[in-house]
């Protein structure tokens, strides 16, 4: 409940709640004070990531969790183009402005948005496999990450039921999106070729099926 003058003049004891100077002085005294608490309440749905925020609002918060709309290395091959990879196809390629002719260097907001919430699980992160599943769940809902460790200190990931756009597809073979523990290795990123299940010896399962069913996905190495 948001406070207002006539809340602080109801604290006022019975010895002094009848006198009108005396309620005028505490009406003056913290007006200023109302006046910054409706303030910050109006910048609270501002800067709440479900609404969500959208350009300024989002660096301020960039800012606040450690990761710039500017990515620190970047990506080429990721414009859309004909006969190119199918990640830069339509749909899937980014437009390239005249601005900007090699690379991307500033995220959209959508992306940006995406990346944010990304280091936000990140920086909350135990370190455990059950939490990486529960990250890229609240990530990317209806899409399956699936992880194999192999054990060596390096583990490999594949997602499946969506074909990512190349944007998404550099950060997530950057190293953007799927939390990685200090000294593990990630050997390879499989993306599949379509939203169906991906091909997986003896297995069924939502994800993974065998031969006429599971799809062959498309291997990438970490950038």
């Not at 969500?52 to 859309?80: A, C, K, M, T």
């Not at 699936?146 to 073979?173: C, E, K, R």
Request: aromatic share 12%.
């Amino acid at each position: 409940m948001e406070n207002t003058i006539e809340t602080y003049q109801g604290l006022i004891t019975s010895e002094y709640a009848e006198q009108p100077n005396f309620q005028a002085v505490i009406a003056l005294s913290v007006t200023v004070y109302v006046q910054i608490q409706s303030l910050l309440n109006t910048m609270i749905p501002i800067f709440d990531l479900s609404t969500p925020p959208v350009g300024n609002q989002l660096d301020i918060i960039g800012q606040w969790v450690g990761i710039s709309r500017l990515i620190e290395n970047p990506y080429s091959n990721i414009f859309f183009t004909w006969d190119g990879t199918m990640a830069q196809g339509w749909d899937f390629g980014i437009w390239q402005s005249s601005g900007n002719p090699s690379a991307i260097v500033s995220l959209p907001d959508d992306i940006y948005l995406t990346l944010i919430l990304a280091k936000i699980a990140q920086n909350n992160w135990d370190g455990t496999t059950e939490s990486i599943y529960q990250t890229w769940a609240m990530l990317f809902p209806g899409v399956t990450l699936l992880i194999q460790d192999y054990q060596n200190m390096s583990f490999a990931v594949a997602i499946q039921g969506i074909v990512p756009d190349s944007l998404t597809l550099a950060l997530l073979t950057g190293g953007y999106l799927v939390p990685r523990p200090e000294g593990i290795e990630i050997t390879e990123y499989f993306v599949p070729v379509n939203t169906g299940p991906l091909f997986a010896w003896d297995c069924d399962s939502a994800s993974l099926q065998g031969w006429d069913t599971g799809s062959w996905a498309m291997e990438y190495a970490p950038t």
